[in-house]
């Protein structure tokens, strides 16, 4: 068996040494480069770069933690890439093998959930994109691939750009909320921070846009579940921040576990090959997510494994994660003449040039060194950049009589809640390699921001989704002791994320009855949401005088929140998403049609409920500031203006209240009449500006054809005439408008 291995290294050798003659000049292109590579491939191997499996185990870090079969099969270049192995000496230890033992030594890609950090964990995303700061938002990305990339990893499975409407889908929490425009500048955002200006740095790492796509419209918010919308709302709403991700230079996407008006996305032709490769003429690969090409099985549209793995190949799937019908069915399918094998080409194309462009095949262990993974990890800078972000990213939904900010001299404070002292659960879902050690509590944060004359009381109370009232008398005798009361309820770290659809939006347990009880010693209560999607809490908003929402804002949640607390930083962020009054309420967004009977709460025969008013707890794009801004004087370039030309929008805004602060400054549109139903209003720009007490500026904005053309009656993405309406405001219900209109 060694001799055996011997000789076929030998003749490996020797074609490998031709073949480094023919791609090796600088002045070859990379595509000739890949054509004289494919030209000494066997079929088998183009099918291994065309497979992805996982490492058997994250438990050993900086050791090699795949399986033996699975050894073998990275020798005989039957793997292109491999998930869930990091470390930088575990990850050079199999691209050892590639280089070392393979017959043509083709560098092998590591892919992680790289989703809101490695080690120093970030906010969720759903959080930072409450920041409304994509140069922010571009930052944290940054130092999660310098971090990443030093652990040996090439590869994120992010950005989730999927749009969400309805909060029950737990996977929420990983994208930028329910507005195309908002998820489309992060989406640029994160592309442009995890891949740097150059993939071939040694920081970069190659994004992967999921889930391709319609993903967040699952019915009933419940994960993995049939999605049917209609061509025209896939392309004006889910497609968005997908086409955005692409035009930043996004190398690689997934397809979404759900089916599309009755096609799976593994299967869907349509959306991978006619949009996404001739549309938008993308030369990136596509990835399945995990076993989603043998799940064609489970939906009913393949009989077996070799159909599913036809189906997908023919699609435009480009590799396969986990499921093993490309390793197994492929090869069989081209042999006997069932696809052709230039169709696997072309995947394998793919894949090469992806790894090219990461330098990989220049230097193979370019991101495989231990002692500099040291040095990047968990550094003060990343650290501090992790605070700045989480900062930016907390809501402040209530403040009535100026309950905030704290004093800090204050005599005796309460801090309770299940999640008061919790390490794990601000890190939220997806923390990969944070450790919970690393966490502030909110409760280290007050004890932090106080002197040695303040003293403060812990109480538990309950826990977070449970029935339990045993800690009550303990949380209510701390509350009696004290002057104010810091209460922080909310969900566990992992009660949204994937698998994470929760039937009710509710505050979980009986932490309600406990804010309840508390409210009840007449001691004023400062409520700190940690959740991962919007909640329904009407009765925290009537009666709760202070509201916070902290969302789950990784290592550095309790410092972040203590700050704003305290009055050390004063809230700017503002609420990606729509909070409901309750859960019936959703799907709930803000940019939803009028209907022929708009709804109204004194109208019986208009779209409304009986039991509660349309509107929302929260609308979209609100959120609280220490100070005040006031807007006036919204001015436009023109009355009216022809298709084609711009018009520049103005708006004063001045901060009249007694703190400095940052204000997003949100701009909507409406098309009052078109050849099919539009929006009520469009979120089309926002900017976000720091204001001294006092100050006055005029901010200025430009719309485009873009800005205003939508899908029409014949599917054509364009501009109709007609009368617009701009709006200008502080979120997306109080707002000053004007009129223009566009003619032909």
Same mark, same amino acid.
């Given at each position: 068996?060694?001799?055996?291995f011997?000789?076929?290294?030998?003749?490996a050798?020797i074609?490998?040494?031709?073949?480094?003659?023919?791609i090796?000049?600088q002045?070859?292109t990379?595509?000739?480069?890949i054509?004289s590579?494919?030209?000494?491939?066997t079929?088998?191997?183009?099918?291994?770069q065309?497979?992805?499996?996982?490492?058997n185990?994250?438990?050993f870090?900086?050791k090699?933690?795949?399986s033996?079969?699975?050894?073998?099969?990275?020798?005989?270049g039957g793997?292109?890439?491999?998930l869930?192995?990091?470390g930088?000496?575990?990850?050079?230890q199999?691209q050892?093998?590639?280089?070392?033992?393979s017959?043509l030594?083709?560098?092998?890609?590591?892919g992680?959930?790289?989703?809101?950090?490695?080690?120093?964990t970030f906010?969720v995303?759903l959080a930072?994109?409450a920041?409304?700061?994509?140069?922010?938002?571009?930052?944290s990305?940054?130092?999660?691939?310098i971090e990443a990339s030093a652990a040996?990893?090439?590869w994120t499975f992010?950005?989730?750009v999927?749009i969400?409407?309805d909060?029950?889908?737990g996977?929420?929490?990983?994208g930028?909320g329910?507005?195309?425009?908002?998820g489309s500048v992060?989406?640029k955002a994160?592309?442009?921070?995890?891949?740097?200006?150059?993939?071939?740095?040694?920081?970069?790492?190659?994004a992967?846009?999921k889930?391709f796509?319609g993903?967040?419209a699952?019915e009933?918010?419940?994960?993995y579940?049939t999605v049917?919308?209609s061509?025209?709302?896939l392309?004006?709403i889910y497609?968005?921040?997908f086409?955005?991700?692409l035009?930043?230079?996004?190398g690689?996407?997934?397809?979404?576990?759900?089916e599309i008006?009755?096609?799976?996305s593994?299967a869907?032709?349509?959306?991978l090959t006619?949009?996404?490769?001739?549309?938008?003429k993308?030369?990136g690969?596509?990835l399945?997510?995990?076993?989603?090409?043998g799940?064609?099985?489970?939906?009913?549209i393949?009989?077996?494994?070799?159909?599913?793995?036809?189906?997908?190949i023919?699609a435009?799937v480009?590799?396969?994660?986990?499921s093993?019908?490309?390793?197994n069915d492929?090869k069989?399918?081209?042999v006997?003449k069932k696809i052709?094998?230039d169709?696997i080409n072309e995947?394998a194309r793919?894949?090469l040039r992806?790894?090219?462009?990461?330098g990989?095949?220049?230097n193979?262990y370019?991101?495989?060194?231990?002692?500099? #993974?040291?040095? +990047?990890?968990l550094?003060?800078?990343? $650290?501090a !950049?992790?605070l700045?972000?989480a *900062?930016?990213s907390? @809501?402040l939904?209530?403040?009535?009589k100026n309950?905030l900010?704290?004093?800090?001299d204050i005599?005796?404070?309460?801090?309770i809640?299940?999640l008061a002292?919790?390490?794990?659960d601000?890190?939220?879902?997806?923390?990969?390699?944070?450790d919970?050690n690393?966490?502030?509590?909110?409760?280290e944060?007050?004890?932090s921001?106080?002197?040695?004359?303040?003293?403060?009381?812990?109480?538990?109370g309950c826990?977070?989704? #449970?029935?339990? +009232?045993?800690g009550?008398?303990?949380a $209510?005798? !701390?509350a009696?002791?004290a002057? *104010?009361i810091?209460? @922080?309820i909310?969900?566990?770290?992992?009660?949204?994320?994937?698998a994470?659809s929760?039937?009710?939006?509710?505050?979980p347990?009986?932490q309600?009855e406990?804010a309840k009880?508390?409210?009840e010693?007449?001691?004023?209560?400062i409520?700190?949401?940690?959740?991962?999607?919007p909640?329904?809490?009407?009765?925290?908003?009537q009666?709760?005088p202070?509201i916070?929402e902290?969302?789950?804002?990784?290592?550095q949640?309790?410092?972040?929140?203590a700050?704003v607390l305290?009055?050390?930083?004063?809230p700017?962020g503002?609420?990606?998403?729509?909070f409901p009054?309750?859960t019936?309420q959703v799907?709930?967004?803000y940019?939803?049609?009028s209907?022929?009977?708009?709804?109204?709460d004194?109208?019986?025969?208009s779209?409304?409920?009986?039991?509660?008013?349309?509107n929302p707890?929260y609308?979209f794009?609100?959120g609280?500031?220490y100070?005040?801004f006031?807007?006036?004087?919204?001015?436009?370039?023109a009355?009216?203006i022809k298709?084609?030309e711009?018009?520049?929008?103005a708006?004063?805004?001045?901060?009249?209240?007694n703190?400095d602060?940052?204000?997003?400054v949100?701009l909507?549109?409406?098309d009052i009449?078109?050849?099919?139903t539009?929006p009520?209003?469009?979120?089309k720009r926002?900017k976000k500006?720091f204001?001294?007490?006092g100050?006055?500026?005029?901010?200025?904005f430009?719309?485009?054809?873009?800005d205003?053309?939508?899908y029409n009656?014949?599917m054509k993405?364009t501009?109709?005439?007609?009368?617009?309406k701009v709006?200008?405001?502080t979120n997306?219900e109080?707002?000053?408008s004007?009129?223009?209109?566009?003619?032909?």
């Amino acid at each position: 068996m060694k001799q055996k291995f011997t000789s076929v290294f030998t003749l490996a050798f020797i074609v490998l040494s031709s073949f480094f003659t023919v791609i090796k000049p600088q002045d070859k292109t990379i595509e000739s480069k890949i054509d004289s590579l494919l030209s000494i491939m066997t079929l088998d191997e183009k099918i291994g770069q065309l497979t992805q499996l996982s490492a058997n185990s994250w438990e050993f870090p900086g050791k090699s933690v795949i399986s033996d079969e699975q050894k073998e099969a990275v020798k005989k270049g039957g793997v292109g890439s491999f998930l869930n192995l990091f470390g930088a000496e575990a990850t050079r230890q199999v691209q050892k093998i590639a280089i070392e033992q393979s017959r043509l030594k083709i560098p092998i890609i590591f892919g992680y959930d790289v989703i809101h950090g490695y080690k120093t964990t970030f906010p969720v995303p759903l959080a930072e994109a409450a920041s409304w700061d994509p140069e922010a938002v571009e930052k944290s990305s940054r130092i999660q691939a310098i971090e990443a990339s030093a652990a040996g990893i090439n590869w994120t499975f992010a950005p989730m750009v999927d749009i969400a409407r309805d909060a029950r889908w737990g996977r929420i929490v990983e994208g930028s909320g329910e507005d195309p425009y908002l998820g489309s500048v992060m989406a640029k955002a994160r592309v442009k921070g995890f891949q740097g200006n150059n993939l071939a740095d040694n920081t970069s790492l190659l994004a992967c846009v999921k889930h391709f796509a319609g993903y967040g419209a699952a019915e009933g918010g419940r994960d993995y579940n049939t999605v049917d919308i209609s061509e025209r709302t896939l392309r004006d709403i889910y497609l968005r921040p997908f086409k955005a991700a692409l035009d930043a230079g996004a190398g690689s996407f997934m397809c979404s576990f759900n089916e599309i008006s009755g096609v799976p996305s593994s299967a869907n032709k349509h959306l991978l090959t006619d949009i996404f490769r001739k549309e938008w003429k993308a030369d990136g690969f596509i990835l399945s997510d995990w076993n989603s090409i043998g799940e064609l099985v489970v939906h009913g549209i393949a009989a077996n494994t070799k159909e599913a793995a036809k189906l997908a190949i023919t699609a435009g799937v480009d590799m396969d994660m986990e499921s093993g019908c490309y390793k197994n069915d492929l090869k069989d399918l081209a042999v006997g003449k069932k696809i052709s094998e230039d169709v696997i080409n072309e995947s394998a194309r793919r894949i090469l040039r992806a790894k090219y462009k990461l330098g990989l095949f220049d230097n193979p262990y370019k991101n495989c060194n231990p002692e500099l #993974e040291k040095t +990047k990890i968990l550094t003060k800078e990343n $650290i501090a !950049a992790a605070l700045d972000v989480a *900062k930016k990213s907390i @809501v402040l939904l209530k403040n009535d009589k100026n309950t905030l900010p704290l004093i800090k001299d204050i005599k005796t404070i309460a801090v309770i809640g299940p999640l008061a002292a919790s390490k794990a659960d601000p890190l939220g879902s997806w923390e990969q390699q944070g450790d919970s050690n690393n966490t502030v509590t909110v409760l280290e944060g007050v004890k932090s921001k106080l002197g040695s004359g303040s003293k403060v009381i812990y109480s538990k109370g309950c826990e977070i989704d #449970e029935t339990g +009232k045993g800690g009550f008398a303990d949380a $209510i005798n !701390a509350a009696k002791e004290a002057d *104010k009361i810091i209460l @922080v309820i909310g969900e566990g770290g992992h009660m949204s994320g994937e698998a994470g659809s929760r039937s009710s939006l509710e505050l979980p347990g009986v932490q309600e009855e406990l804010a309840k009880a508390l409210y009840e010693t007449g001691k004023p209560v400062i409520a700190v949401l940690m959740n991962g999607r919007p909640l329904a809490i009407p009765w925290l908003s009537q009666n709760v005088p202070a509201i916070v929402e902290g969302w789950f804002l990784g290592h550095q949640a309790g410092a972040a929140i203590a700050d704003v607390l305290f009055g050390d930083y004063n809230p700017s962020g503002k609420l990606p998403v729509t909070f409901p009054i309750a859960t019936g309420q959703v799907p709930a967004y803000y940019n939803h049609k009028s209907t022929g009977r708009p709804g109204n709460d004194t109208v019986v025969f208009s779209s409304r409920y009986k039991d509660i008013t349309p509107n929302p707890l929260y609308p979209f794009g609100f959120g609280l500031s220490y100070t005040k801004f006031d807007y006036s004087n919204l001015t436009l370039s023109a009355n009216k203006i022809k298709i084609g030309e711009d018009i520049k929008v103005a708006v004063d805004v001045k901060n009249s209240g007694n703190y400095d602060g940052e204000e997003v400054v949100q701009l909507y549109v409406q098309d009052i009449a078109g050849s099919v139903t539009r929006p009520v209003k469009e979120l089309k720009r926002f900017k976000k500006v720091f204001l001294k007490k006092g100050e006055t500026k005029k901010m200025e904005f430009t719309l485009t054809d873009n800005d205003l053309a939508f899908y029409n009656i014949d599917m054509k993405f364009t501009v109709e005439p007609g009368m617009f309406k701009v709006f200008a405001g502080t979120n997306s219900e109080e707002l000053i408008s004007a009129d223009f209109e566009v003619t032909e």
